[in-house]
């Protein structure tokens, strides 16, 4: 696993990259609402998916705002877009984070070899 741990780093961030542009672009269409399950139902999948990679990784706090985000998504009676819009911002940053914390990890596993 050690000879692929820098390839899995790439994907994931590059994946996650991919996600986190995603859920913003979901959220700042045209007519989103918090209250309707049609746009509520692909963000909780998002974010499912998005928990599972970041958790797969240890991103401890990135997993943590995305159980949230699916939390609400599935739960529409507790959703609301000003929830949601801090939710996903509060992921967009948590990933900003994270990738700048793998981007030097990237960088150490470069300099071993």
Known sequence: MEGEYPALLDVFIKDSEKRVGELN???S???FSAESAAHLKPLGMMAHSFKGSSGNMGATRLTELCRLLEEHARSQAS???TVI???V???TDEFSVVRDLFDVELQACAHRR
């Open 85 to 87: 819009n801090q939710l």
């Open 79 to 81: 959703a609301s877009s």
């Open 29 to 31: 269409a045209p007519g």
């Open 25 to 27: 672009q979901l959220i």
């Open 89 to 91: 911002q509060a992921i």
